[in-house]
């Protein structure tokens, strides 16, 4: 749908210029999506750009990269980090559009292609406008759905290395309608902690059950105390939001209905904002796991494969989103200090170590509700909205703008020294020969384990 005409004052026309050509891009993304630590497409088109615009950057976790980009002035000393994800889900697409996925039982279902062509259309935009006071780091990251992207990237010396003092991200919306913006002063989404509970009994027949040890009723009678635990957290803890649920059981053959199996298999979810519940209440599942097992004399263990922080923003920081966010959609299109969602991000790595900002985009069509662009992240018919990019472009230049004013009195028209000009070519092509020499031995290294 077109731009509405309220939003077109409030963007750089540079930076809708800019949108036509990514728009493309998204949509190239969006046909060869690629899930965690494999998104070679989305590497080599980004990549491909930052050669030709002769910029300074750095592979991390894989297939992630960061771009670094300096401001005429440094004095600031400030380092702001801009990010976006980058992989997409096994989902398959059922969106009947021009470039819809080729990549079977793939999709970009969260819109993950729209994040990266956002981020691009800002460094598209600011490379060309350096009139800002400190460093830009542009975060592409892969692996956010729950594959520890972020993790990997933070252990790689992201934050350390880079020394970034703060860090903004945004998603789309589905929930909200396009031109409205959601901006947290706290917790934005929750922590999550997948479990999973294996309960290793003896399979039999079934008309000969003393000969076996059943796990299927261990599973009936733990789920039931996991459900009392999960109630019992809640009333304990009525300020603050906590779930647990139990999402699949698996266990026997539907088609063999006289035989006892030998395993069950149980997985479910934790969530919540507050760290020292969550770890309490993981203490309780083993122990309630373990109290089970010793009842009923079976094995039986849980595992908790995959965990991460709860994404919630600095109060400073979502102030400077709220002003940047301002000067694109207005006041009056801001729900500011919005409720949280127990969804998770993996954006919560970045926010439990340095401030962030982690705001939400509206994405759904106000008008159509069966719109690709008003379904759910994660659903087969969803649809990124390409409105969405020129917004949350100008938002990210707007941040800049916020957070890395010109000093008073700086003259623009005075060109930078010829040293300082020297040494930072000398400086740009040296890093450019050292991502050279690893991306040929990687590509080397993955040619001879193939």
């Avoid at 793939?106 to 598209?124: P, V």
């Avoid at 993996?346 to 401030?355: A, H, K, Q, R, Y």
Wanted: overall charge negative; aromatic content about 8%; charged content about 25%.
């Amino acid at each position: 749908m077109p731009l509405p005409e309220n939003l077109i004052p409030n963007i750089d026309p540079e930076i809708l210029g800019i949108t036509r050509k990514m728009t493309k891009l998204r949509h190239d993304f969006h046909q060869y999506p690629e899930t965690a630590y494999e998104e070679d497409y989305a590497h080599g088109k980004i990549t491909d750009l930052l050669n030709e615009w002769d910029l300074e950057y750095e592979v991390m976790a894989g297939t992630g990269i960061v771009v670094t980009l300096e401001g005429l002035e440094k004095t600031s000393k400030k380092v702001i980090g801009m990010r976006a994800d980058m992989d997409a889900l096994r989902v398959q697409e059922q969106c009947d559009v021009p470039w819809k996925s080729r990549n079977d039982g793939k999709m970009h279902a969260c819109g993950h292609d729209g994040h990266m062509a956002t981020l691009l259309t800002a460094l598209a935009y600011l490379k060309d406008h350096r009139e800002f006071n400190g460093i830009i780091k542009f975060i592409f990251q892969p692996a956010e759905e729950g594959s520890g992207g972020a993790k990997k990237m933070i252990e790689e010396g992201l934050l350390k290395k880079h020394k970034i003092s703060a860090l903004y991200g945004f998603h789309n919306w589905p929930s909200l309608p396009f031109g409205k913006t959601a901006i947290h002063t706290g917790p934005v989404m929750a922590s999550n902690t997948n479990f999973i509970v294996t309960i290793n009994g003896k399979g039999c027949h079934g008309a000969q059950p003393e000969e076996g040890h059943n796990p299927i009723p261990v599973a009936f009678e733990l789920g039931q105390q996991l459900c009392a635990l999960r109630d019992k957290s809640a009333h304990e803890n009525s300020e603050e939001k906590v779930i647990l649920s139990l999402c699949s059981i698996e266990s026997g053959n539907s088609a063999a209905m006289n035989i006892i199996p030998g395993d069950t298999k149980m997985t479910g979810t934790v969530r919540t904002y507050n760290l020292g519940i969550k770890e309490h209440l993981l203490e309780q599942i083993s122990e309630a796991v373990e109290s089970i097992a010793s009842r009923f004399d079976i094995n039986a263990k849980v595992d908790f494969p995959h965990s991460t922080s709860p994404t919630i923003n600095s109060p400073e920081k979502a102030e400077v989103s709220r002003e940047a966010m301002r000067g694109v959609l207005g006041e009056e299109n801001i729900d500011w200090d919005a409720a949280p969602a127990m969804t998770a991000e993996d954006f919560g790595e970045f926010s439990n170590l340095v401030p962030a900002s982690y705001i939400w985009i509206g994405n759904a069509d106000p008008e159509d509700g069966e719109s690709p662009h008003s379904q759910p992240l994660h659903n087969p018919k969803y649809g990124f909205n390409d409105d969405v990019i020129p917004v949350g472009a100008q938002y990210f230049v707007n941040i800049i703008k916020t957070e890395m004013p010109m000093t008073e009195g700086w003259d623009a028209e005075k060109p930078p020294k010829r040293l300082s000009r020297i040494i930072n070519y000398i400086r740009l092509r040296i890093s450019q020969l050292v991502i050279w020499i690893k991306t040929k031995f990687r590509f080397s290294f993955w040619k001879k384990k193939k």
